[in-house]
C-alpha cells in the first residue's frame, strides 16, 4: 500500500503521446473534501484508502494539486454527436492525472471529471455537479458488480462551490479510473485533418495498451479493428441483457478499451421495451434502447473510416474493402454474445436450434404486456424451482405466459435428458446472473436529491444494493420493484 504522495504514478500517454494532449492543471476550489471513497477499488489499485480519504487525497482527487511524479493533461478528440461530427472535442472538464500501474500490472488511467475549464472547455465552464457524479457513480458500480466493463469511480469530492445550472447546485469533482480514455473520437480528430502519422501512432499506443498480443504483426490495423468490434459487441450485448440503456452513444463515447464510459443520461429500462428513450435531449430515439446495436456499428464504421490509411496505404479501395467487410460481421458477432447471453439468462446450457425462437417469444410478450424486464428473469429461476406465480403475476394476460413457459419447459427437459442437470443447480446459477437490484430510475431520483441536500443514506443504501446485485437483503422489497403505478415516465438530462 501506498502514501499518495510517493504513489508511482506513469505517464505513458504524456510521454508518448505529445500533439495529442495540452498539459493543464486543475483549477483551485475553496473547500475540496472528500465526500465518498471507493475503498475497494483505492485498495485494488495499490492505495492506502486513508490516504486518499484525508485533505491531500482531496486536493490531488479534485484537481487542484498534481501528485508528485504525475503529468495532468487534457486530451483532445472529436466526435460523431447525434450523427453531426463536431471536429474539435475534447476534456472539456476533465484532467487525465496520470496512469496507475496496480499490484497486479494492470494500467489505469485516473481521470477527473469536473476540475475546471481547459483549452477544450468551448464555452463550459468546466464543473459538474453532485447529483450526476453520484448518479455517474452508482451506475459504474451497478455495471461492474453484473460484470460488465466499465470505467468506476474512485471518489467523489464536493468543491464548496455552488454551480450554476438552472438554478445553483453543489459542485463537485469525480475522480475515475479506466483502462483509457481513448476513444473513436481520438482517432476520429487525427483522421478528420488527414494527419494519418498521427492515426499510426495512435493505434500503435492503442495496441501496446490494450491489445499488445497484435504488436509487430503485419495485419495489426486490421486486427485492431476486430478486437475494438468484438470487444463492443460483447459490451452491447451485456447492456441489451440487463436493460441499460446509455443515452448518449455518441463517437467520443465509444472506448477503444471495450468499456462503458460517460455516464450522463442514462437509464436502466422497467418494462420491456425495445423503443424505451429516456434522454431528453434524445428527442428522435436515435439512442433508444433497441437501436444501441445499430448504433454501435455506425460508429465502427466512423472508427473504421480512420483505419483505411492504416490498412492499406497504397490502395485506399483495397483498405475500404477489407475493413466494410470486418464491420459486417458485427452483426453475428453481436447476435452470437446476445444470444449467449439470453441462454445464461433462461438457465440454458448447451446451444439448441430452437433458443433463438424459445427468447423472441418471451421478449415479445413481454413487451406486448409491458412486464418488467428484471423481475422477468429473476422469477424464471423461482419458476425453474417449480413456483410459477412471481412470473405469472407479471403478465396481464397469464395464458400467454403459461403457453411460452410449457415450451420453455419442454427445452429443460430435453436438455436434462440429454446432459442431466437439475432444477436447484440450474435455478442457483441463473440467480447468479439476473440481478435483483439495479439502479431503479425512481430509487436512483429518490437517493440523489436527498444527497444534493445533504443525506447520503439512501444513497449509501442503494450503492450497496446495486453493488450486490444477485443475493436478496431484507426489508429492501421496494427495491426490487419498478416506480410505483402511476408515476411518470422517467426523463433524464444530459446537464452534467
Ligand atoms: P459529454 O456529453 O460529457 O460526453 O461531453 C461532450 C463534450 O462536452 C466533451 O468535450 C466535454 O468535455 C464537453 N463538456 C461537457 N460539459 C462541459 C462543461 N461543463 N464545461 C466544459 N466542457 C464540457
Ligand atoms: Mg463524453
Redesign the pocket.
Known amino acids: 500500500m501506498t502514501e499518495l504522495a510517493s504513489f508511482p504514478f506513469d505517464n505513458s500517454f504524456a510521454r508518448e503521446m505529445e500533439g495529442f494532449y495540452v498539459r493543464w492543471q486543475g483549477a483551485r476550489v475553496p473547500r475540496p473534501e472528500v465526500l465518498r471513497l471507493n475503498r475497494d477499488l483505492a485498495a485494488a489499485l495499490g492505495f492506502e484508502p486513508s490516504a486518499l480519504a484525508g485533505a491531500e487525497g482531496a486536493a490531488v482527487l479534485s484537481g487542484a494539486q498534481a501528485p508528485e511524479g504525475a503529468l495532468p493533461l487534457a486530451m483532445v478528440y472529436a466526435g460523431h454527436q447525434f450523427g453531426g461530427f463536431s471536429p474539435q ?6 484532467l487525465l492525472v496520470g496512469e496507475i500501474v496496480d499490484p497486479r500490472g494492470r494500467r489505469s488511467d485516473l481521470h477527473l471529471k469536473g476540475s475546471g475549464r481547459t483549452p ?3 464555452g ?4 459538474a455537479v453532485l447529483g450526476p457524479v453520484l448518479r455517474e457513480y452508482l451506475f459504474g458500480e451497478a455495471m461492474h458488480a453484473m460484470g460488465i466493463a466499465t470505467t468506476r469511480a474512485l471518489a467523489v469530492v464536493t468543491t464548496g462551490e455552488e454551480v450554476d445550472r438552472n438554478g445553483y447546485e453543489p459542485g463537485a469533482v469525480l475522480a475515475r479510473v479506466a483502462a483509457s480514455h481513448l476513444r473513436v473520437g481520438t482517432f476520429q480528430y487525427f483522421a478528420a485533418r488527414g494527419e494519418t502519422d498521427r492515426v499510426r501512432q495512435l493505434a500503435d499506443y492503442a495496441i501496446t495498451r490494450h491489445y499488445p498480443e497484435l504488436a509487430g504483426r503485419a495485419e495489426r490495423y486490421l486486427e485492431l479493428f476486430r478486437q475494438v468490434r468484438d470487444a463492443q459487441a460483447a459490451l452491447v450485448a451485456q447492456w441489451m441483457l440487463v436493460g441499460f440503456v446509455h443515452g ?1 452513444m455518441n463517437t ?2 465509444t472506448t477503444i478499451s471495450g468499456e462503458t464510459i ?1 455516464y ?1 443520461p442514462c437509464a436502466f429500462i422497467d418494462r420491456y421495451d425495445p423503443k424505451a428513450v429516456f434522454s431528453s435531449i434524445d428527442r428522435f430515439g436515435r439512442y433508444g434502447y433497441g437501436n444501441q446495436p445499430a448504433i454501435l456499428q455506425w460508429n465502427l464504421a466512423r472508427f473504421a473510416e480512420t483505419l483505411i490509411d492504416l490498412v492499406a496505404p497504397a490502395d485506399s479501395a483495397a483498405g475500404i474493402a477489407q475493413l466494410t467487410e470486418e464491420l459486417k460481421v458485427f452483426g453475428d458477432t453481436y447476435q452470437i454474445a446476445w444470444l449467449g447471453g439470453l441462454r445464461t439468462k433462461l438457465g440454458l446450457g448447451a446451444a439448441m436450434p430452437e433458443d433463438e425462437d424459445l427468447a423472441e417469444a418471451l421478449l415479445s410478450i413481454a413487451a406486448e404486456q409491458e412486464v418488467d424486464f428484471t423481475r422477468l428473469f429473476r422469477a424464471l429461476g423461482d419458476l425453474v424451482r417449480g413456483k410459477a406465480a412471481p412470473a405469472r403475476g407479471l403478465f396481464r394476460d397469464p395464458a400467454a405466459f403459461d403457453a411460452w413457459a410449457e415450451g420453455y419447459r419442454a427445452r429443460i427437459a430435453r436438455e436434462e435428458e440429454r446432459d442431466g442437470g437439475d432444477a436447484a443447480a440450474r435455478a442457483q446459477a441463473m440467480d447468479r446472473v439476473n440481478p435483483l437490484y439495479i439502479p431503479r430510475n425512481h430509487k436512483v431520483e429518490e437517493a440523489l436529491a436527498a444527497a444534493v441536500a445533504g443525506d447520503m443514506g439512501l444513497f449509501d443504501r442503494l450503492l450497496d444494493l446495486v453493488s450486490h446485485p444477485y443475493a436478496p437483503q431484507e426489508g429492501v422489497e421496494s427495491y426490487a420493484l419498478g416506480a410505483p403505478e402511476g408515476a411518470a415516465p422517467h426523463v433524464t438530462f ?1 446537464g ?1
Open positions: 472535442l475534447g476534456d472539456g472538464r476533465a477544450f472547455s468551448r463550459g465552464d468546466g464543473k448518449v467520443d463515447n460517460d450522463g444530459c452534467t
